[in-house]
């Protein structure tokens, strides 16, 4: 989708998610007091409500995830790498 980095906070990946999708997304209010235990920094990861949340999230977003691996690419014909040169100097 995009090449650019995000910043590890929702309220970046809710922008990018809300431009593909407004209806699935909602508003940023909506995004944030849902996943707010994953924003949070003091909050645990072993806390069952921050995993389920987690799990949560990480499904929704599978839907709009791509990736492609090198070796994938190279496989199915879609990338062409010449071959590698190494110097030593």
């Not at 995830?65 to 040169?85: A, Y």
């Amino acid at each position: 989708m995009t090449g650019t980095p995000i910043q590890n906070n929702l309220s970046e990946l809710w922008s990018l998610m809300y431009f593909c999708m407004p209806a699935v997304f909602g508003m940023l209010d909506q995004f944030l007091s849902t996943f707010k235990d994953i924003n949070d920094l003091t909050s645990e990861v072993h806390n069952p409500r921050v995993k389920e949340r987690l799990k949560i999230l990480k499904r929704l977003l599978g839907a709009f995830m791509l990736r492609r691996t090198k070796s994938k690419l190279v496989e199915s014909g879609n990338l062409v790498l010449p071959p590698l040169t190494e110097t030593t100097m």
